[in-house]
């Protein structure tokens, strides 16, 4: 089956610096992949979409100067999480279709100190 | 607004038994509807999809059904294992091609 790589897959970080996630799909070509981030118990929350060569499209409430996205090939996604802080630790999933159907990567756990 | 609604609390089944979960959604008509896995730390695993068309879809010991009256889908697994034991989590079809709206997840826990 569509195999969907996320790296790292846990990150610690110091407050007010960048941190970047790398979402790849391994043998297939992702026209479109989206970027979710959950918190402990509740659901997923889309924060953004993107098209591979266009810009992301951010879900309402989502930063994008500070969650930014590059799709620069049909194979990898990055999501830059700059500046962060505390509030932003959590779990962030890619997820990548190549039109047939969405599969997910196994998650960053971002934990910023 | 489209709303999805499953049980927060854990669930508590025995070995062997049958665990039922409930995926209830409002101000919505999916055309389909859609059960993952996924234990802790780790990224959903798609399960079954199951159509507005179809009452019932079944998958070696899991059993989904799909009421669009009552607008609830069940997801039952037969002959539960510890090995079970995770949050399910149901999606329904956003607004664009493969964006999914997700419920909040229902943790199961089988014990031996």
């Known amino acids: 089956g569509a195999v969907v790589s996320q790296h790292p897959s846990w990150v610690i970080c110091k407050s007010g610096t960048s941190v970047k996630i790398e979402c790849r799909s391994l043998?297939?070509?992702?026209?479109?992949m989206f970027w979710y981030r959950q918190f402990p118990k509740q659901s997923l929350m889309l924060m953004a979409t993107?098209?591979?060569?266009?810009?992301?499209?951010?879900e309402q409430g989502v930063e994008k100067d500070k969650f930014l996205i590059n799709h620069a090939s049909l194979t990898l996604s990055t999501l830059t999480v700059t500046s962060a802080h505390p509030e932003d630790s959590s779990f962030y999933i890619c997820?990548?279709?190549?039109?047939?159907?969405?599969?997910f990567g196994q998650g960053t756990r971002l934990t910023v100190v | 607004s489209q709303k999805i609604e499953q049980n927060s609390e854990a669930l508590n089944i025995q070995e062997g038994k049958t665990a039922t979960l409930t995926c209830n959604y409002t101000?919505?008509?999916?055309?389909?509807l859609q059960w993952y896995r996924q234990d802790p730390g780790r990224g959903p695993v798609f399960l079954l999809l199951?159509?507005?068309n179809e009452k019932e879809k079944r998958k070696e010991r899991l059993k989904v059904t799909f009421d669009t009256t009552l607008k609830q889908s069940l997801f039952h697994i037969t002959a539960s294992q510890p090995a079970d034991s995770a949050t399910y989590l149901c999606?329904?079809?956003?607004?664009?091609?493969?964006?999914?709206?997700w419920g909040a997840g229902t943790k199961l826990i089988i014990k031996p």
């Open positions: 997820s990548a279709s190549d039109g047939g159907g969405a599969f």
């Open positions: 043998d297939f070509q992702a026209t479109t």
């Open positions: 993107s098209n591979e060569g266009s810009k992301a499209t951010y």
């Open positions: 101000n919505y008509s999916p055309a389909y």
């Open positions: 199951i159509r507005e």
């Open positions: 999606a329904l079809p956003g607004d664009s091609n493969y964006q999914l709206i």
